[in-house]
C-alpha cells in the first residue's frame, strides 16, 4: 500500500460500493469532510450528489468501519527482532504504524508491558516507550495508544505507575499475574523457562531469582491494586485483567473493579465474566490457526458458546481481517456480528467516541476492502488516506482530476 494526498479538497465522497451502516450492508452515499462523516444517503445514487467534491466510484467494494484492536504486541518484533538486538524507536513507530494502516487498523492499542520481568518489559522501558510514542504522536497516520499490562507482583512501583498513567493521559489498563505461571515452569518445563529467559536475555538463574523475589510480596499485592483501581475509577480509566485461569480469578480481580477480561484461559472463567455483562477478549490468531498456541481454550469455541464479544491481532495483526472471513466461510455468524468483534464492540468497551461505526458525526475511520480477492485496498482514517493499493488509487486520482 502506498499513502497519496486526500486534503487537498475540504471533502470527498463515496459512492457505489456496499457499506456496513445500521447493523447491515447497505448502498448508497459516504460524505466525508474533515476528519468526520458529514453525511450518508442510504440507496441514493448520483443525481444526490449536492457538494462540488470529488466523487470516488467504489463500484465492487465494500466500505467498514476501521478496525480497532485493543492488544497488540506484534510491534516488539519490529522492536527487538532478536534477543538482544534492538532498533531505532522512531524508526520501528513509523513500521508499525503502516503496518497497522496495511491491515486496516484505524485504532490500535499497543501491550505495553509494566512488569518485573525487566529488560523490554520493565517500568523504565516502558518510560521510554511513551516517551518516544508521543514525540511520534504528530506524525501517525493511524491512531496509536497505548495498553499496559500491570504486573500484580510489582508492588512497589504502583504509584509510579499512577504518575504515569496521568502524565500520558492513559486510559486503558489490564492486571497481569504471571507468577502461577512462572512457577510452573521453572519446576516442570525448564524448557520453556529457558526460551522465556533467552527472549528477556537473561540466564535461568536470573530469571528464577527475581521470580523467587516477587513471590516474597504476595501479602502485598491486594492492598497496591485497590490503591491502583481506585485512582483508575475515580479518573474514568477502563481496566481488565488478563490470562484469568479460573472463576475465583474473575472474581478477585473484579472486585476492584477489573470488568474487562481478556484471554481467558478456562471455559469457567469467560462464562463467568459473560454472565456478569463483562467484555471477552480473544485472540484472533487462536481463532484463524484453529487453537491457542499454548493449549489455551480455544476462541471459536467461546464465539459458539456466545461468551467472546471482542477479538484482538494479539501477536499478529493480518490475524483480524483473516478472523473475519474464517467466520464466515464456518457461517459462525454474519458479516455485520463478525465485524463487530474488531470495531463496534472494541469501541462500546473503551468507550472510544465517535468510533467504530459507520454514522453521520463519526470520525471517517474506514477500512475498503475488495469481497473478491479479501484484500484490503485502501485504509482512512480521520478522514485522511493512511494507505492505499493501485485499484483505489487510481480512483481517488481519477476523481480528483475530474474536480480539479
Known amino acids: 500500500m502506498n499513502q497519496i494526498q486526500s486534503n487537498q479538497f475540504s471533502g470527498y465522497i463515496l459512492q457505489g460500493s456496499k457499506f456496513l451502516h445500521g447493523n447491515k450492508m447497505q448502498s448508497g452515499i459516504i460524505t466525508i469532510e474533515d476528519k468526520f462523516i458529514s453525511s450518508i444517503e442510504v440507496n441514493k445514487a448520483n443525481q444526490y450528489i449536492k457538494k462540488n467534491y470529488p466523487v470516488i466510484d467504489l463500484t465492487g467494494f ?63 522501558y516502558a518510560k521510554i516507550f511513551l516517551e518516544n510514542l508521543n514525540k511520534y504522536r504528530p506524525s501517525m497516520i493511524t491512531n496509536i495508544n497505548v495498553q499496559v499490562r500491570y504486573e500484580t507482583h510489582l508492588v512497589e512501583k504502583v504509584q509510579e505507575l499512577i504518575d504515569l498513567i496521568t502524565e500520558y493521559e492513559l486510559n486503558y489498563v489490564v492486571f497481569n499475574n504471571h507468577i502461577p505461571d512462572a512457577i510452573e515452569k521453572i519446576q516442570n518445563k525448564p524448557t520453556a523457562f529457558a526460551t522465556w529467559a533467552n527472549k528477556m536475555s537473561m540466564e535461568k538463574s536470573e530469571l528464577a531469582n527475581i521470580v523467587n523475589y516477587r513471590l516474597t510480596k504476595e501479602n502485598e499485592v491486594s ?96 490475524s483480524l481481517l483473516q478472523s473475519i472471513w474464517y467466520l464466515l466461510d464456518h457461517k459462525i455468524c454474519s458479516i455485520e456480528n463478525a465485524w463487530a468483534l474488531i470495531s463496534e464492540n472494541p469501541a ?57
Open 62 to 124: 465494500w466500505v467498514l468501519p476501521g478496525i480497532i484492536d485493543l492488544h497488540g504486541d506484534g510491534f516488539e518484533r519490529q522492536l527487538f527482532p532478536r534477543p538482544g538486538v534492538n532498533f531505532d524507536m522512531n524508526d520501528t513507530l513509523k513500521i508499525v504504524d503502516k503496518e497497522l494502516s496495511i491491515n486496516g487498523i484505524t485504532t490500535a492499542y499497543l501491550a505495553c508491558s509494566y512488569s518485573w520481568e525487566g529488560r523490554i518489559r520493565s517500568p523504565e
Open 223 to 318: 492492598d497496591s491494586l485497590k490503591t491502583l483501581s481506585n485512582f483508575m475509577k475515580s479518573n474514568n480509566i477502563k481496566f481488565g485483567s488478563h490470562d484469568d485461569e479460573s472463576i475465583e480469578d474473575r472474581k478477585w480481580f473484579r472486585s476492584f473493579g477489573a470488568n474487562i477480561c481478556e484471554f481467558p484461559t478456562s471455559i469457567l472463567a469467560a462464562k463467568e465474566a459473560y454472565f456478569h455483562n463483562e467484555n471477552v477478549i480473544m485472540g484472533a490468531p487462536n481463532l484463524v490457526r484453529g487453537g491457542s498456541h499454548n493449549g489455551n481454550i480455544s476462541t471459536l469455541e467461546l464465539l459458539k458458546l456466545g461468551y467472546c464479544s471482542i477479538l484482538v491481532s494479539d501477536y499478529y495483526y493480518p
Open 348 to 404: 462500546k468497551a473503551l468507550n472510544i467516541d465517535k468510533r467504530g461505526a459507520i454514522k453521520v458525526d463519526n470520525y471517517a475511520d474506514l477500512v475498503i476492502i475488495n469481497p473478491k480477492t479479501r484484500e484490503i485496498e485502501a485504509t482512512i482514517c480521520n478522514g485522511e488516506i493512511a494507505g492505499v493499493c493501485k485499484s483505489v488509487a487510481d480512483r481517488f486520482i481519477k476523481s480528483s482530476n475530474a474536480v480539479s
